[in-house]
């Protein structure tokens, strides 16, 4: 089952090192996180993964405690959560997650996206079938022993395990096994850097470097977009 999780790197785009959208996609979820589960993260564990993810980007405490409080406040935005679905050039199936105060906006400004670099935004459901939406935790390879850790972790609902490029653990579990692997990470004192659902695609395109660097171009456009939480796509 362990193999190993490598990221598709390129050096024309700086896709999600941008530490201020980092910030605004995190304070989006947990102005979500609260809207649904309340302030207390102890009992809210929607909340509780937001402010991990929040300590894996190196967000201050003091903003992540704002963003909960204004979360709170009779100025709070709403957020509703949208999933679009097309394709990017060459037939690369693509699924935008956004969280927006105005859908109007947004879809035209995802259409847009599409339409400028080549793309088609499609129906619901026109490439869903395509991913797999599972639990991926991020986690501090501390001399853990990948073999040993699977056997513990296959009851939690473990269905990937593997190292990524800079050596830490992936882990990956349905999206209905997402809180008892959570649990178990923390019942054994296993430190996490990042729990985050995540798309993960059943097939993938390999494509050559001028068709990748086209399809790449329109997944930068689209995360750059305000808002857009994030991108996942089936290119290789």
Not at 37 to 52: E, K, M
Not at 90 to 95: E, L, P, R, T
Not at 133 to 142: A, L, Q
């Amino acid at each position: 089952m362990g193999r190993i999780f490598e990221v598709r790197k390129h050096t024309m785009f700086a896709r999600w090192d941008r530490m201020a959208k980092q910030f605004t996609r995190i304070g989006k979820e947990i102005a979500i996180a609260v809207k649904a589960g309340g302030p207390d993260p102890d009992n809210n564990p929607a909340l509780r993964r937001c402010v991990l993810n929040a300590k894996g980007v190196n967000m201050p405490k003091d903003r992540v405690e704002a963003a909960i409080k204004r979360a709170m406040g009779k100025d709070k935005t709403d957020y509703e959560e949208v999933v679009y679905e097309g394709y990017a050039p060459h037939g690369v199936a693509v699924m935008v997650e956004t969280a927006t105060d105005n859908p109007t906006r947004t879809v035209a400004n995802v259409r847009m996206h599409f339409n400028k670099l080549g793309g088609s935004l499609g129906n619901s459901g026109s490439v869903g079938f395509l991913f797999n939406r599972m639990g991926e935790f991020k986690v501090k390879n501390e001399g853990q022993n990948l073999e040993e850790l699977e056997l513990e972790l296959i009851d939690a609902g473990l269905e990937e395990i593997g190292e990524d490029s800079e050596g830490n653990i992936i882990i990956r579990t349905p999206f209905t096994e997402f809180g008892n692997m959570s649990k178990a990470l923390e019942d054994r004192n296993i430190q996490t850097i990042s729990a985050e659902l995540k798309r993960i695609p059943t097939t993938t395109t390999e494509l050559n470097e001028e068709q990748a660097k086209e399809v790449l171009e329109l997944i930068d456009r689209l995360e750059q977009d305000d808002d857009v939480q994030q991108v996942f796509h089936t290119l290789k």
